[in-house]
């Protein structure tokens, strides 16, 4: 489970990735890759999608509506551009 942290970059491993699917016969194409807690940030979105990221998944608090809804609407808009 790729999981963006500091001083990690899991993005830096996909073309390993990409080359041991190669080495096993598979398309690479064929493996969706995805980011668990990717920040909400257009630019690394961007960053993410560039290297071939396919879904980012974003972390949640465990909190109330109140505190969860708004925050899922940044989401949106952060990913809506």
């Known amino acids: 489970m790729p999981i963006l942290r500091p001083h990690v970059n899991p993005v830096a491993r996909i073309p390993e990735l990409r080359d041991?699917?190669?080495?096993?016969?598979?398309?690479p194409k064929s493996v969706p890759i995805s980011i668990f807690f990717a920040p909400p940030k257009r630019e690394v979105?961007?960053?993410?999608?560039?290297?071939?990221?396919e879904r980012v998944i974003f972390g949640l608090p465990c909190?109330?509506?109140?505190?969860?809804?708004?925050?899922?609407?940044?989401?949106?808009?952060?990913?809506?551009?």
């Open 20 to 27: 041991r699917l190669k080495q096993a016969g598979r398309d």
């Open 45 to 53: 979105l961007d960053g993410l999608a560039a290297a071939g990221v």
């Open 63 to 81: 909190e109330g509506r109140d505190g969860i809804l708004p925050r899922l609407d940044a989401y949106a808009k952060v990913i809506r551009g």
